[in-house]
């Protein structure tokens, strides 16, 4: 049974519609990957999700319950965990202070706490006294998912985890998050950077003026360079 169904959502910011009847489903332990140039629809459904933008249609359903409607900090206490392209971490907060923030116990078995945040982001020990405001690009970005792991979610939603970062950066983000997958965590990741999700993911799904264009596995999509060409190429 899925873990995640988005079932057909509408989303909408006031008169503006932006997805027209997104559909996809994410099994326990899976990367389920949103794939499209932007203002296709990809950050609109991560927030439909969580709850930042409410769906005006269809259903969200989490691990059986509805959420569909549900206040974004509800969703989030119910083990769905969400970091933003823009980050948004707490800049005058030391590294330690930031994750100590979003500490939450785990309900059952081996949760995250700092030592184990620290042994997926080595570089984060030896900068915990630090203000976040004053990290690079990709410090941030492992502040904002380690921050998201203190609070034990079951399910993450990562949105362009390597935007605007180094390639080296990228690769090791990439290898953490694979680190996250094989843990068990499952993941619904919006991305423009292909090798990147093809590296990661079970299923992908291409997104093209808020709606659903292809789906199918990276295996899949590497024998249509069609649908690249269509969809991906700018």
């Known amino acids: 049974m899925p873990q995640l169904e988005v079932q057909s959502i509408h989303t909408s910011y006031g008169l503006s519609q932006v997805l027209f009847g997104i559909s996809f ?7 389920v990957s949103l794939i499209g140039r932007n203002g296709v629809g990809k950050t609109t459904t991560m927030r439909s999700i969580i709850g930042l933008t409410p769906a005006s249609g269809g259903k969200i359903i989490f691990e059986d319950a509805d959420i569909t409607h549900m206040p974004a900090y509800k969703i989030s206490r119910m083990g769905v965990g969400f970091v933003p392209e ?14 100590d923030i979003a500490r939450r116990a785990s309900s059952g078995g081996k949760g ?18 630090r203000p976040g ?25 990562l949105d362009e985890p390597s935007e605007g970062l180094a390639p080296k950066v990228v690769e090791d983000l990439r290898d953490q998050i694979k680190i996250l997958k094989d843990s068990g965590l499952s993941i619904v990741l919006a991305e ?19 709606e659903v ?10 024998t249509k360079p069609e649908i690249l060409e269509q969809y991906l190429t700018l």
């Not at 921050?147 to 079951?154: E, Q």
């Not at 264009?213 to 590497?222: A, I, M, N, Q, V």
């Open 86 to 99: 823009e980050r948004r971490i707490f800049p005058q907060l030391s590294v330690w202070e930031n994750l």
């Open 192 to 210: 423009q950077n292909l090798s990147f999700v093809m590296y990661l993911s079970d299923q992908c799904h291409i997104l093209e003026k808020g």
């Open 25 to 31: 489903d994410v099994e326990p332990g899976q990367v």
């Open 213 to 222: 264009k292809f789906s199918g596995t990276p295996e899949d999509l590497r």
């Open 133 to 157: 405001g004053v990290l690079s690009g990709g410090q941030q970005q492992m502040l904002t998912i380690a921050r998201s792991l203190m609070n034990n979610p079951r399910l993450l939603l």
């Open 112 to 129: 995250w706490d700092e030592e184990r945040v620290f042994a997926l982001f080595p570089d984060l020990r030896d900068i915990q006294s």
